[in-house]
């Protein structure tokens, strides 16, 4: 197998993109059925067949996102930080560009006391998706920036 022309992002094998999609699709199941570990689980799994550097590989921003998201759900927000921080860490996605993870790490710091990073990270989710990122959102979040950022400006 050739190396890889410095720059393209690096492609899993078929069986591999394969596995690692059923994996998900099985995680997916899971949260649905509020079974988090089991979850988790499935996605971890999946992560483990991601070759290093993981965050070179564009799977690897949705699994770990995944994983965070799980941990979000079950307020363990620490461990849901470090997933998000993870998937923030990719250098084959515009990851900054992604309102969800954007969201999730300002609520992961709001909720760990870094007032500063929480309001950056939710008002960039709050300028890539203004109609909607807060939806279904606890309204502590939303409140908060509001009480900590010009939105009206922003606009």
């Known amino acids: 197998m050739s190396e890889a022309v410095k720059g393209a992002a690096p492609e899993l094998s078929t069986e591999v993109a394969d596995e690692i999609l059923k994996l998900s699709e099985s995680g997916n199941e899971y949260i649905d059925e509020d079974d988090f570990d089991s979850a988790i689980g499935a996605w971890e799994e999946a992560l483990a067949l991601i070759p290093e550097p993981q965050n070179e590989y564009i799977q690897s921003v949705w699994l770990n996102a995944s994983i965070g998201d799980a941990y979000f759900l079950q307020d363990d927000f620490k461990k849901a930080l470090r997933f998000f921080e993870i998937a923030k860490s990719n250098t084959r996605e515009d990851v900054h560009g992604n309102p969800f993870i954007m969201l999730r790490l300002g609520e992961c710091y709001l909720e ?40 009206k400006a922003q606009g």
Do not use: H, M, S, T
């Open 112 to 151: 760990q006391g870094d007032k500063e990073k929480a309001k950056d990270y939710l008002l960039k989710a709050y300028l890539l998706e203004p109609d909607g990122i807060f939806y279904g959102e606890e309204d502590k979040y939303f409140d908060f920036l509001k009480a900590n950022a010009d939105l």
